[in-house]
């Protein structure tokens, strides 16, 4: 009886460079902002529209930054110039465009690689639940940025522009990081808020329809039952909260027949409730999709 043989049939060590596990979520990031920045639809197109409705509001600061409007008032109740209003109005377009973009790109997220199978895939490789989390997370984050904080700030540059003096400049200064508060603000909210919606449906359809209503329906029944109730209800409407703090923060009011005025306390609270809600649903999801599917790690 012969000997038996071992024949080389080719196998080599890998020879690569080895990444630190901790690094694992810049993979799903990548990924993540590639997907988004696919075809017109999803993000370019409103990434374009946005840069227009600052581009408009920058040419107001422009051409009409010393007359005076009597919807702004100050803190003394007497009308303010658009230059000092508008920067607090700057979520109002801005909030319209990113719930846009939220519908096409966040909303889909999770639930979507739960209806393809994905996780399967995810996990079989050896992902850990934080690193899809946090890989999606800073995915979107990302591309909302440029949506929703892009345009506070170049508002608060135009405004400094329009300084008249260098004492006014200095005077001025705080408008950048009320504007970056501004805009981070928005961003959590249309980036991380859907993705916990998502998170809720395994069917991408249906977790659109599910943000859109609670956005659309709920948001807007909060802020009708805020006029015969209280004013804190109202922050249960996003848009509105943070439109709140964006006035509480450059002191402007609305000169209007019907006001509601919404503490910042609330809608802060109602703000940073919702981005926990969906981080913990998010978590939520992804664990159970770990241990109920192939593979996995600790």
Known sequence: MSAGQIYDLGYKRYVGSRRSVGTRWTVIMRHQVASSWKTWWRFKIWLVAAALATAVASGVLLLASD???????????????????????????????????????????????????AFTFYFARSLRPRDYVIGKLVGLIVMMSLVMLGGPLVLAAVRLGLSESQAELIALLPVVPKSLAIGVLGTLIYAVVPLGFSALITNRSYAVALWAAYYLLIGHVALGLAFVTHPVVAALDLPTALGAVARDLFDVHLNSFVKLDIPISAALISIFAHVAAAIGLMFWRVRHAQQTGVGGAS
């Open 67 to 117: 007359k005076i409007i009597k919807m702004f008032v100050g803190m003394s109740g007497k009308a303010m110039r658009i230059a000092d209003g508008l920067l607090s109005l700057s979520p109002a377009w801005d909030c319209k465009i990113g719930f846009i973009v939220s519908l096409t790109i966040g909303a889909r997220v999770i639930a979507g690689d739960v209806q393809t199978g």
